[in-house]
């Protein structure tokens, strides 16, 4: 099918670029105003004890959370001064009656007015029935809360999300704006002229155009988190980097062995157009089983990400072949001068990788436990983590809801969290003081207040709150909330909601779907890598490989962001755990990344195992054709997600140095060391497959291999013989040690 491909673009190449380009445009401008369609939140588990409290508290009572917390100052003024509560009360008689369910000024509660007078607080709820209604009720507020007059200062769960949004706008244009520059200036040293130097931000605006849209339009039909636009980026420009190298480097191969471009392009698509199209479909893979989340974030990251990566590899197989055909010759124009636009002999580049490889099938038992050990060394840290969800602290200090809420701190004490707790029951009401009672003998409560109470044909019902001291993410706050819960009402039913109750839940539903997405990656993956390479060893050591890399960079993680190491340096508040969403997104994220240069150094070295049958010749080969591709790819990919991790959102600073940890340590531990090692040391046994599943991949596996008869290829190379058994590739007995071979290419 590559092949039909390949001619089919290399007769239409100029139509094929035409509708890719005209697509383009289409997609950007069904992608404009994408962000103001995104939305905020989206954490919870609409079947968790925190939502149906929520769900019950706003349908009984209204809401009652302390959704935006307003701080008003004045240097001079008290906050008993009529003057300072004129201008709050103008203030309040401003808001929308629409947009509000609550308002508490801090006259009728004494613990909202600050120690020194001059600073006091109002606590609205805003209406809605989910977060996107908030959202929206917030949105027409917003602008109007300042009193006249005095200082205003803004915090609360939806101003920190609001906040987020215009931050990671920014943060997007900003990474946009430094990467293309630095791109340009390593694409021209990688490929060494102007012309090659451009295809990559061809493949990258496609890329980008085509997922924004796709991003646009799924948010009309669902909730779409607006962290997604800056995933899709990230990994929108990465991987059209990524692809576009392999596919310009392989067509740059092909055309030193032939004049004719149609020749060479579809010689391209047959071998690196397969690895593209299957690296592309490990990684949304990958991605994909993130729907399995009831999270409205995590699905929505998977959608923008599988996106991303399916447009990545759709305009990398076809816009990107039809502009190579129609440029031909003309690909390696403006050259560098002097030395370093001297074409770059691949061959005797990669004899230092080969070299590597060759010392490291030498010693691969000493090999394979050194660099396992010390991995698992820089994994150690994950043992010790914490779980928590995102607060302010996500923002730099100096955005304002986050400066507010430092503010609030400094102003009036230490951080209280607090738990709404609906009774309802045909005896709630009486046996509501036995209750109460309960609740305030729990260890930590500092309070228990009754908020509301109603009467009802089927019982009665109350909104309690209970508060206590610590910020809302810290594992005593969680502790605390489990232990609430553990105290049952006297009659009736009770649901405890809340920050914490939301966070504990969230940890909770995280932990119960996991192992259905690992078990989803793992078949995909295993799968996925059989079609590759008819092999059912290969899939199970790279899987394995993967988890001890990906751990690593868990370790890494955990020792900047939770435990608090290189703060300074990269410019965020430390806390003392790390978001439970933020591992599962980088678990699929990295899986399948993390495929991606072992599929491509696969992919050639089966290609040599299939011309030659020795394994270790195959495995030197490999790493030999593949050494400089991979370091120019992971060197491209570095800046892209470099640049994306300097922004503001620690979330996206944690995903991004994880991916970092995760690229080195596959273009270099893995692709280097691991990859020849294990190779070595299973000798044939790589290959191997039952019988059956040899035959199946014979007739439909997906292999890297160059068509035999390819038009003006020269005639192909005979058969090799079987090669010999040997003590160290020994075929494993009563299989078939070897698929069978294709008509292998002449080299």
Known sequence: MAEGWGAFVARRARIVLAAGLLATLLAGGVALGVFGALAQGGFGDAGSESARAAAAERALFGNRAADVVVIVSDDELH???????????????????????????????????????????VVISLAGTDDAAQQAAYGRLADDLTAPGLATAVTGPFAVFADVTERARADLERAELVTVPLLIVLALVVFRSAVAALMPLLVAGVSMAGALAVLRLLAEVTQVSVFAANLISLLGIGLAVDYALFVVSRFREERARTDDVAVAITLTLATAGRTVLFSGLTVAAALASLVVFPQSFLRSMGYGGVAAVLVAVAAALTVLPAALVLLGPRIDAGRLPGRLGRPVDPESEGRRWEALAVRVMRRPVLVVAGTTLTLLVIAAPFLGVRWGALDYRVLPADEPSHAAAALLTREFGPETSAASVVVRGEEASTDLPAYVARLRAVPGVARVDTLAARSMPDGSSALLRVTWAGNAQTGASQDLLRRLRAVDPPSGTALVGGATATTVDLIASVGAHLPVMGLIVLVEMLVLLFWAFGSVVLPLKAVAMNLVSITASFGVVTWVFSDGHGAGLLGFTPVDFLDATNPILMLAILFGLSMDYEVFLLSRVREEWDRTGDNRAAVAAGVRRTGRIITSAALLLAVVIGAFSTGGIVFMKMLGVGMLVAL???????????????????????????????????????????????????????????????????????????????SPRSR
């Not at 039952?690 to 292999?703: D, F, I, N």
């Not at 160059?706 to 190379?717: D, N, S, V």
Request: cysteine-free; hydrophobic content about 50%; aromatic content about 6%.
């Open 79 to 121: 906050a008993d001064d009529p003057a300072f509560r004129g201008a709050v009360q103008r203030m309040l008689d401003a808001l929308p009656d629409d947009a509000v369910t609550a308002v508490v000024p801090y006259w009728a509660d004494p613990a909202l007015v600050s120690a020194d007078g001059h600073h006091a607080q």
């Open 664 to 742: 080195v340590i596959d273009a270099t531990v893995v692709r280097a060391l691991l990859v020849p090692a294990t190779m070595a040391l299973l000798g044939r046994w790589n290959w191997w497959a039952p019988a059956p599943m040899v035959r199946w991949w014979a007739r439909h596996g997906m292999r890297e291999v160059r068509p035999a008869a390819a038009p003006g290829a020269g005639p192909p190379a005979a058969p090799p013989p079987a090669a010999p058994a040997r003590p160290r590739d020994p075929a494993p007995a009563g299989s078939s040690s070897a698929p069978p071979r294709t």
